[in-house]
């Protein structure tokens, strides 16, 4: 599924007729750079030297913990918000730079609220069509419509938004963000307002719907997940820098920071000591990276990368919860006393003090230098 | 969504749209970087203007002949000062007490004739102090219809066996504005009531509070913000007055900058009394600041059930329901009573006199002129901070909003001189191009007149279209801006459709505060200008107030519609918290 995804970076070619794309097919959508970006709220940092490209037809996801900056960052590619430094170019020209600033309204970015801010006092069709003013009405009320057709809402076209689940407001909001044909899509925490089963669909969907049409997209997220099922680059915030950015499966599988790590995963955190190429630590001895240096270092282990395993060193049950498929079980490292999570399942039943013997996937461990 | 998606008709292509955005380069813009420049520059025009009136009164006061002050610190100052301040704490606490007295009752309990009384206890806010003043003087003649009837219940002959305090004092003066002026407390501290949360009523009674405990310990000291906002704005009313306090004998400053000036013709002193003057409302201004800071913070803060009221037995009952209905019937009641009586006599004896229609439409078109800049005015204000946001612009806004602080004496006083140099300005520029002068063309076209209504009711255009911006979410301007609408287009598609039933109702306050303005009224109107207030005025300084009672009743039938209206906002914001929020929003939409 996600080797599919990383070639997704171009539109792929999903058979639909020339008439149902609002993006004639094979044209690329737009290019965004943004560069050394800078803003500060009185004297509260919220982006400290941003840089980011997006490439033509890809979905970039802005992921952080909130207040980390990414919602500001999306603001100002959107050019509602103005940044203290830096610049940002939409297909190669400056939209916003040291001396010039384009106004939003000529920039041709669309954007996706996490309230959909649909305009109550406008029909469906009405708020879709806001963007076409320059188009005769009734042009732009036959595109409008297609569009509403595009995410199912056309029966609905002359309800007003405050009728419409709010699955359904989501979809007008991505309809009338796409109606005029941006060069890039915007979305703040665009399926947060949903209820959880809701979410998967609607998120499928919109993917789905971008994809298709080969446009570029920025998502804001907080949710690690939702980043990895949907991006093709993931730029992780936090205090208003970017700490990596990469595909999922390199933020994933080859963290930059201690940080990144656990933003993924819980991981459990072991001291260890690297000399002579060897790792070595209370739960065995592993082959250190080539590029580590001798020295006290922090292994990073996963809960699901811990095994059962009758040669491994011996921990303590402590208690365990039920998760459905697997339990997580917390473990204690006798020396230490350390606490170790581990997601297992078929452990049978077990008794608090019981001893176990566990091993780690060693392909699956990641060393940082202390 | 391809999965689910029906395929759609092939209708006109999509090439054929005018493409913006990455392909055509578009304008670039440069600008400032707090951007809506030209809204700034326009909002501090405004400011500057509505503290003009201010900035000549500290030059007429600077410049003000001394030789008056000995005789003003001797004779009129001190009793002056001495009787503003009675005046004020008796009528803070007068208001205080039965405003939140009967918003407490309303909120908390059900007793017979609550609904009725509920709205009902908001109509003494069309009523204002000078013509309350004028119909007390008459119903409590010794030969009115009041103590003529106590005389005849007690069979008594002659007025002397019956010896009434008289209302024509200080004491009086208090009575009668605590009667009109307890609506603002019960306003601001009836919403307050009804934001509280059911369990900390509840909780209270379970920690062993009985009901006066629940009120003393629990709602009046969360309330107490809201009591003092609403308690500062009656203060402010009651300073503002001149009519009701000359003809009841009570001699407030306000009322010996009037007479220093006009008796006087002494400027220097009137507007160095003014500036004394205006630090008492500078005090007034910041406890209502103060208290406000906190009541943000309480309505923010409370999310949850409601209080639901409780049944009265039937004593208490009844004593609630007298409680309530003795306010409605004093301060409103009674004085309409008196003056549908002797406006019934008048008509039926003279008919409707051509004076009563034309001072009508004098004032009907004055206000209504001033009304539409005002909200103007007002929305250059409200949609610059919504723009941009900053220190400028807030503070901006907030300054255009002090002529409502400001007594009509006072501001009439503020803007003799810059208007007259306006005056003399245009007369000379008219001589230059026309030929002949303009005269006094600022003040005899009315326009003086407008000036001061702007100045002073501009906060309320203000702060009703600000509570109508706050309601639209800001993604809704970001979302407008991205699909291609500029700051103008944002405002007529998106913000006023929205926020027109908040400039309606903004604009009807405004309207009707301008109908019943009396003291700027009385001495910035043209020559022989009479509207509805300055008529009921010069009918009781003739002591012939029943005259004056169908000018009188207009103007308090005028009073009513913002009272309705404000009853109305109190039934919506009330179902507003039982509804979802989604349709919160979009109650405005269909």
Partial sequence: ?370 | MSVDLPPSRPSDRPAQVARWGGLLPGPVVWRWRGGAVGWTVASAAIALIVMMPLLALLVLGLHGSGDLWPHLLAFVLPDAIGTTLMLLAGVGIMVTTIGTLTAWLVTAYDFFGRRWLEWALLLPLAMPTYIIAYSYLDLLHPIGPLQSGLRHLLGLSSPRDLMLPDIRSLGGCILLFGFVLYPYVYISTRTMFHMQLASLVEVAHTLGAGRLGVFFRVALPLARPAIAVGASLALMEAVNDVGASEFLGVRTITLSIYTTWINRSNLGGAAQIALLMLGVIIVLVGVERYARRHQRYAGNARQGRRLSRQPLPALAGLLAFGACAMPVLAGFVLPVAYLVVEAVARLRQFGLSPDIVSQTLHSVGVAAFATVIALVLGLVLTFTVRQNSNVLTRLLQRLAGFGYAVPGTVLALGLLAPLALLDAGLDTLSQTVLGHGSGVFVFASGGALVTAYVVRFLTMSVGGLETGFQRIPPSLDQAGRTLGANPLALLLRVHLPLISPAVLSAGLLVFVDCMKELPATLLLRPLNFETLATHVYGEAARGTYEDGSIAALAIVLFGLVPVMLIAEFGKTSQTMTHSPPQTDRTETGS
């Fill in chain 1, 1 to 370: 599924m996600r080797a599919s995804f990383l070639t997704s970076s171009v539109s792929q070619d999903s058979g639909l007729p020339d008439e149902d794309r609002w993006l004639p097919r094979g044209r690329c959508a737009g290019f965004l750079v943004i560069e050394h970006l800078r803003h500060h709220y009185g004297a509260l940092p919220a982006l400290e030297d941003v840089s980011l490209t997006v490439a033509p037809g890809e979905i970039l996801c802005l992921l952080g913990a909130s207040g980390c900056g990414k919602s500001t960052l999306l603001r100002m590619i959107a050019g509602v918000e103005q940044p203290d430094q830096g610049r940002i170019l939409l297909d190669g020209r400056e939209v916003c730079g040291a001396s010039s600033f384009v106004p939003p309204e000529q920039r041709g970015v669309g954007l996706v609220f996490q309230d959909y801010a649909l305009f109550p006092h406008l029909s469906v069709v009405e708020n879709v069509m806001f963007g076409l003013r320059h188009l005769p009405k009734a042009h732009a009320r036959a595109l409008a419509i297609r569009a509403l057709t595009r995410v199912s809402l056309a029966r609905y076209a002359d309800d007003y938004p405050h009728r419409l689940s709010g699955g359904e407001q989501q979809r007008v909001a991505l309809a009338r963000a796409l109606a005029p044909r941006p060069s890039v899509i915007l979305m703040d925490e665009p399926f947060s307002n949903l209820d959880q089963r809701l979410r998967e669909t609607i998120r499928e969907q919109t993917i789905a719907l971008l994809r298709d049409e080969g446009i570029s997209a920025v998502v804001v997220t907080h949710d690690p997940e939702e980043a990895m099922q949907i991006a093709d680059s993931i730029a992780l915030m936090q205090a208003g820098r970017i700490v990596q950015t990469g595909t999922p499966q390199q933020l994933y599988n080859h963290p930059a920071s201690l940080f990144v790590a656990r933003f993924f995963c819980d991981v459990n955190e072991i001291e260890a000591e690297c000399r002579n190429g060897q790792i070595d630590c209370p739960l065995g001895c592993f082959n250190a990276p080539p590029a580590l240096a001798d020295g006290a270092c922090m292994l990073s282990i996963r809960p699901q990368d811990i095994t059962l395993d009758p040669d491994g060193v011996p921990v303590e049950f402590v208690s365990r919860q039920f998760l459905g498929h697997d339990d997580r079980l917390r473990l204690r490292l006798p020396h230490t006393g350390q606490f170790i999570h581990a997601r297992l399942s078929h452990t049978g039943p077990l008794k608090a003090g019981q001893m176990l013997r566990i091993g780690v996937v060693p392909d699956h461990l990641v060393v940082f230098a202390s």
